[in-house]
Nanobody, 119 residues
Framework: QVQLVESGGGLVQPGGSLRLSCAAS????????MAWYRQAPGKERDLVAS???????NYATSVKGRFTIFRDNAKNTVYLQMNSLKPEDAAVYYC?????????????WGQGTQVTVSS
């Protein structure tokens, strides 16, 4: 069982920055594909950014050029650097891990961290 623990959420003014962190337990982190999702009240949970175990990244159109996902395998941690934040970025942000073992894919989710963007 893998545990994901997010941190770094909070209140920020429009135009500000935040860095979210997600620490994973265990010793297989480097093999996981990782991602950040977000869910605003009354909306579906949407992919924000992903990073494969081999390094390629992918971003939602709405955050391209503002957000950066990166990982530190030595620290079992994935990060989401969020710049130029907008009120519409406010949501609960969830860390996600995909662990491929044999023919199975196991999904793990963190508990979420709240990001509020308001003046």
């Amino acid at each position: 069982q893998v545990q994901l623990v997010e941190s770094g959420g909070g209140l920020v003014q429009p135009g500000g920055s935040l860095r979210l962190s997600c620490a994973a337990s265990g010793n297989s982190f480097s093999t996981f594909d990782m991602a950040w999702y977000r869910q605003a009240p009354g909306k579906e949970r949407d992919l924000v950014a992903s990073i494969a175990s081999s390094g390629p990244t992918n971003y939602a159109t709405s955050v391209k050029g503002r957000f950066t996902i990166f990982r530190d395998n030595a620290k079992n941690t994935v990060y989401l650097q969020m710049n130029s934040l907008k009120p519409e970025d406010a949501a609960v942000y969830y860390c996600y891990a995909a662990h491929y073992t044999g023919f199975a894919k196991i999904n793990y989710w963190g508990q979420g961290t709240q990001v509020t963007v308001s003046s």
